[in-house]
């Protein structure tokens, strides 16, 4: 009985910390944020090089072979830094897809460029969540057409387009009838687009165009784990923003901390946070050791970490005061970080009822 | 990251479930509450079965009267556990055995832990908790019941409250100023005293609940010998703060939680009303699902707590948000259960009819004592904040 991080995986979320404290701090953020494709080169061989690429990738395809909560502690990392890399798309949600649906041939080749860091994925799968009216893609005769709002980690080279029973397509970002149109969200370290397809010859037809909806919903849990665990890492550092500055920010003679009413908003957001860290653990590690409880944990983390994440964000701002809602002060980046977490693959209420269909009760 | 049991801990399970299995005719199935009445007997004879196999007073040294074994919290995670899924009694516990022994190990006298520890584990003394007084509640160390020294004696008079099981109790552990001269924290020692003794007067306490869940207890020139004081005059205090933090480890226990949820969900499930049944109706299952994702996280938390509790690692912050969370928690499971109830959630009479509601609203009154009793939810910000956080302490009045 062993319920925490191995040594090697606190290892990597140190060094990775480090790394992005001394190479990516949150001017150098800004910097990428404001550039139109949101992506920077040299983080993103740093990562592949780091071995967070390819941590799910078997060892065969040049990866690490790793499990979920060894991502989870990569993404509690990124998260925690706000850092502008399109990990869940790529080496998370990808790479599943690819696990569970690709072919040996498919596999092979694209998991290895993703740890390589040659390549990078979107993943076109809010209309799993909410199917609004016209929107959602269809197959016919091995062509794909169809709509999808909001494509996560967007500026990608490729983008996997799952239809709603289950086949999965991987097509290429300038592929004929493809149009991509981003889309601007309160989160600048990551990328959204709108994309629409009429007629698209995919570049694959993952595990040949079979319905998977197995697969589809292995990669929708593993992705709602790390979401959960970069609201995680962004609520953590806010914490720990709101307790440096109420230690020094003196007002009527005193460190505000010193007031009970500010030190009971710290107390109550760490109260928050240290269970919900404990339910992230255990989601990523049911999702490699205890299958039948995966989905389910997987929906609550990503729920229950949204819920808490938004609450400690907005308390810190306000713990904060007027500093935290200047553009100067950084700390919105991660009040938007948590903020477009919050929504990403099924809003809280709509985890929730996920969870509730899994269990009868709908 | 390892959820499985080693081959000797996988080995001392089977043995456990093989005892409940022999036993299962002379097994309690009653929570045992010290107030066990006419099935005391009974009681204490499962006592002394658990404690001949070690299943109760496990790592309590065999000069004490306890099974001798070194200290292993998953063997004690397992007897939980197996307990638990049998429906069987873990044994006699409450303040004696769980707050007054640990603390008598760390700090009593040879001579005290020969006389108390062996009797009190077997449940043949009862103890009750002598620390709250109408004036020292939150600001505990304010105690003003006074000890006077006279002979070998110390001749206390005052008063404490909130004394749990006093009615029963043979013996209370209790914080008493023995040193008015000293400073606040530092005149307090701890001292063992018989109920029995002439001079003391216990009234029941009436609580919203409609029960008398606690007792007030009054001093009138009651006579305790001084060899009753435990660890050296004047240290009340720091022993008595190794008692709370084994306290606040038991009033908000995830197994407990996750009892609650499985009853609430049961309930949820099966009422009904002609719009179908509770579960169908949206908020209500809202509220569900976040209490579940609550409970979740607080059976993983307590599975981390317990790795560092293995590994001997502190767990920081982290573990010191479990009584504020979890009384939370509990408290929100009751209400929802009412609210399932709907118009009919505030039934609160005798018979079956009314059984689930007044059973809910004993619970959500009770936990609310629960959130205020052992060291209110603001207390447990300010020790969250100032010892888990490093905020500065408020300035002393």
Same mark, same amino acid.
């Given at each position: ?20 404290? +001394?190479? &990516?701090?949150?001017?150098? &953020? ?6 139109? %494709? =949101? ?43 706000? +850092?502008?890399?399109?990990?869940? =798309?790529?080496?998370?949600?990808? &790479?599943?897809?690819?696990?569970? +649906? ?6 092979? !080749? ?7 860091? !040659? ?36 500026? +990608? ?67 709602? &784990?790390?979401?959960?665990? %970069? ?61 039948? !409880? ?26 904060? =005061? ?31 009822? %996920? ?8 | ?20 299995? *022999? ?6 199935? /009653? ?14 004879? #499962? ?121 029963? /109790? ?92 499985? *009853? ?5 499930? *099966? ?82 009819? /009314?059984?689930?509601?007044?059973? #809910? ?37």
């Amino acid at each position: 009985m062993d319920f925490g991080l191995s040594e090697e995986q606190r290892l990597l979320h140190e060094s990775l910390v480090r790394y992005l404290e +001394a190479e &990516v701090p949150v001017s150098r &953020v800004r910097e990428i944020a404001a550039r139109d %494709d =949101g992506h920077d080169p040299a983080l993103w061989s740093k990562l592949a090089e780091m071995g967070v690429l390819g941590v799910l990738v078997p060892e065969a395809a040049g990866g690490s072979g790793l499990g979920l909560l060894d991502a989870a502690v990569a993404a509690t990392a990124l998260g925690r830094c706000v +850092a502008p890399a399109a990990f869940l =798309g790529t080496a998370v949600m990808a &790479v599943i897809a690819l696990r569970e +649906a690709g072919s040996d041939a498919q596999r092979s !080749e694209w998991m290895s460029r993703i740890a390589a860091g !040659e390549v990078r994925i979107a993943v076109a799968a809010t209309e799993l969540f909410a199917r609004r009216a016209g929107t959602g893609f269809h197959a016919e005769s091995g062509k794909l057409s169809g709509r999808s709002i909001l494509v996560l980690d967007a500026c +990608a080279d490729a983008i996997l387009c799952p239809t709603p029973d289950g086949r999965i397509a991987l097509v290429a970002s300038d592929a004929p009838g493809l149009g991509v149109e981003p889309v601007e969200t309160i989160d600048r370290t990551r990328r959204f687009a709108e994309i629409v397809a009429e007629n698209v010859a995919p570049t694959e037809w993952l595990g040949g165009g079979e319905a998977r909806p197995g697969a589809l919903r292995r990669m929708i849990d593993a992705g709602r &784990v790390i979401v959960a665990a %970069d609201a995680l890492g962004a609520s953590e550092r806010a914490l720990e923003k709101a307790v440096a500055y109420a230690r020094e920010r003196v007002q009527f003679g005193r460190p505000i901390g010193s007031f009970q009413a500010v030190k009971h908003l710290c107390a109550e957001m760490a109260a928050e946070l240290e269970p919900a860290r404990s339910l992230v653990w255990y989601a990523a590690h049911a999702f490699d050791a205890i299958p039948a !409880e995966a989905s389910l944990v997987a929906a609550h983390a990503k729920a229950h970490l949204c819920e808490i994440g938004t609450f400690i964000v907005r308390t810190a701002t306000e713990v904060h =005061g007027g500093i935290g809602f200047t553009d100067a002060h950084d700390l919105h980046l991660w009040f938007k970080r948590v903020g477009a977490d919050r929504q990403m693959l099924g809003s809280p209420d709509a985890a929730r009822e %996920d969870a509730a269909r899994q269990q009868g009760w709908v | 990251m390892d959820l499985s049991y080693s081959p000797r801990h996988e080995a001392f399970r089977a043995e456990v479930r093989d005892f409940l299995e *022999r036993h299962r005719a002379e097994a309690l199935t /009653a929570l045992l509450g010290v107030d066990a009445g006419t099935a005391r007997e009974r009681a204490l004879a #499962w006592q002394r079965l658990l404690i001949e196999h070690g299943y109760a007073a496990r790592t309590i040294p065999k000069e004490y009267g306890g099974h001798g074994a070194a200290p292993d919290l998953l063997e004690r995670v397992i007897l939980d556990e197996e307990f638990n899924r049998a429906g069987v009694s873990r044994g006699i516990g409450g303040q004696g055995p769980d707050m007054l022994v640990p603390t008598l190990l760390e700090h009593g006298n040879e001579e005290q832990k020969r006389s108390y520890i062996a009797p009190t584990i077997r449940g043949e003394i009862i103890w009750c908790q002598g620390y709250s007084e109408p004036g020292a509640g939150s600001d505990l160390a304010a105690v003003q019941t006074r000890a006077v020294e006279d002979g070998d004696d110390f001749v206390v008079n005052g008063q404490k409250i909130w004394t749990t099981t006093a009615h029963l /109790a043979h013996m209370m552990f209790g914080l008493i100023r023995t040193e008015p001269e000293a400073s606040k924290h530092a005149g307090l020692s701890y001292l063992l005293i018989p109920m029995q003794t002439p001079g003391i007067e216990v009234r029941p306490l009436g609580t919203m609940t409609g029960h008398s869940e606690f007792n007030e207890v009054f001093f009138t020139d009651v006579r305790v010998p001084k060899r009753n004081v435990v660890g050296r005059r004047g240290e009340g205090w720091k022993i008595a703060n190794t008692t709370l933090k084994h306290e606040r480890n038991l009033l908000a226990s995830s197994a407990l939680l996750e009892g609650s949820l499985l *009853r609430l969900i049961d309930l949820l499930e *099966r009422t009904e009303t002609e719009s179908g049944r509770a579960i169908d109706r949206p908020g209500i299952r809202d509220r569900l699902l976040r209490l579940q994702a609550r409970v979740l996280a607080m059976r993983c938390h307590s599975l981390r707590m317990l790795t560092c509790g293995i590994k001997g690692e502190w767990p920081g912050t982290a573990g010191l948000v479990t009584k504020l969370a979890g009384c939370e928690i509990s408290h929100q499971i009751a209400g929802l259960a009412i609210d399932a109830l709907a118009e009919t959630g505030i039934l609160y009479g005798e018979g079956a009819k /009314a059984q689930a509601a007044r059973t #809910w609203q004993a619970h959500y009154m009770f936990s609310l004592g629960l959130i205020i009793g052992g060291g209110t939810a603001q207390i447990q910000k300010n020790i969250i904040a100032e010892r888990g956080l490093g905020l500065p302490r408020e300035p002393r009045a």
